[in-house]
């Protein structure tokens, strides 16, 4: 019982986490089975992918109808990021889960701390004035990098998705983040699909749970985030990831 109870938190967790700010279930999902119920960190990554999917589908849905994403560059992006999440995924199956596990910890506080002290605040205004070519070579290049982080961690691409899209390729935060799990749902699908190929079928009941909770999350947090306030996401995803890091940090390496 215990168990399903921390299925359903880390998916409700991640599935908020993916509509409000384009992040990936397994910001909040491995972490979450790695720190508190001792999962391999292959397995983990590979249920927290699985969950993305469908959470990741519904949240780009609802962004779309809002005309808070860009398709063009998004595909270009994607297939970088395909390319990638398939090499990441062959690395970390010879990874010690040690080092993917405290590595998915640990950025997760990071990042939750990043949101709180330095909140996205760009304009879709800023991101017009490049050309044409520069925004295809940026996102080959920030695509390559992201599919190496989701192959790897499990990223789905969304951490360092949010990050790149807003700090380098010069996105406001609502189209990076509709932009963000429109890409997810294809290389979660991607990712999930060779950690399974490649480690073996999951814990069936953990993978059943933490999808239906993260979808269920996704779906009322994209509504949220659709009207809300740029600083209101930043905050509120901020607050959620510094304490979810925290206490999975003081689970995993202090208790």
């Avoid at 999962?39 to 809002?66: C, H, M, Q, R, W």
């Avoid at 997760?108 to 949101?115: A, N």
């Avoid at 390559?144 to 996105?171: E, K, N, P, R």
């Avoid at 609502?174 to 190929?197: E, P, R």
């Amino acid at each position: 019982m215990a168990a399903i109870l921390v299925y359903i938190i880390a998916g409700l967790g991640a599935g908020i986490g993916t509509g409000l700010a384009g992040l990936s279930a397994a910001a909040v999902i491995s972490p979450m089975l790695i720190a508190f119920l001792d999962f391999p960190a292959y397995e983990a990554v590979g249920i927290a992918l699985a969950s993305d999917v469908l959470a990741s589908a519904v949240s780009s849905y609802t962004y779309a109808k809002n005309k808070n994403i860009d398709i063009k560059n998004g595909v270009i992006m994607m297939c970088a990021v395909l390319l990638f999440t398939v090499i990441g995924s062959l690395v970390a199956s010879v990874m010690p889960d040690m080092a993917m596990g405290s590595f998915s910890i640990i950025t997760c506080f990071l990042l939750g701390i990043k949101f709180i002290v330095r909140p996205v605040m760009t304009t879709k205004e800023a991101r017009e004035n490049r050309s044409a070519r520069r925004k295809c070579m940026e996102s080959l290049v920030c695509g390559s990098i992201i599919g190496s982080i989701c192959g790897f961690i499990g990223a789905g691409g969304g951490m360092m998705m949010l990050l790149l899209l807003t700090s380098v390729l010069g996105y406001e935060l609502k189209t990076a983040v509709g932009t963000s799990v429109f890409i997810m749902t294809f290389s979660a699908l991607t990712g999930a699909a060779s950690h399974f190929l490649i480690g073996g079928t999951p814990d069936l009941t953990a993978l059943l749970v933490c999808v239906l909770a993260t979808l269920a999350g996704a779906r009322a947090a994209a509504l949220f985030a659709n009207k809300a306030d740029s600083m209101v996401l930043n905050r509120v995803t901020g607050v959620v990831l510094a304490v979810l890091g925290a206490a999975m940090i003081v689970v995993k390496f202090i208790v």
